[in-house]
């Protein structure tokens, strides 16, 4: 077993999404009552509107660590079924580095 070691960087990618609608349109919604801007983000977040503009925004890293390789894979196995060796493949490959020879 090798004694390599595996940084391994955990991020989450920020979309900035833009919604335009129409009060008119909000207000149906709830006819017996007067139309209110909040009802915009309520449609938001329950799923009921379509993003005009989406644009990537930044990237946040979340953790850093230092893992083997048997932790690596324990890791990747908790969010995806990729067998051992797609992931050894993906890893080898994952540096977009010129080397000099």
């Not at 940084?7 to 006819?31: C, G, R």
């Not at 083997?68 to 890791?75: A, F, N, R, T």
């Not at 067998?83 to 000099?100: F, G, Q, S």
Request: hydrophobic residues 40%; proline residues 2%; negative net charge.
């Amino acid at each position: 077993m090798s004694d390599e070691k595996y940084a391994v960087v955990s991020t989450v990618d920020v979309i900035k999404k833009t919604y335009i609608m129409p009060m008119s349109k909000l207000q149906e919604f709830n006819t017996d009552a007067k139309v209110d801007i909040s009802w915009a983000s309520d449609t938001v977040v329950c799923g009921d509107a379509i993003p005009i503009i989406e644009r990537f925004a930044d990237e946040v890293i979340l953790s850093v660590e230092q893992m083997d390789w048997q932790q690596v894979v324990s890791h990747v196995s908790t969010y995806d079924d990729a067998n051992e060796e797609n992931l050894k493949v993906a890893v080898d490959n994952c540096l977009n580095i010129a080397y000099d020879e």
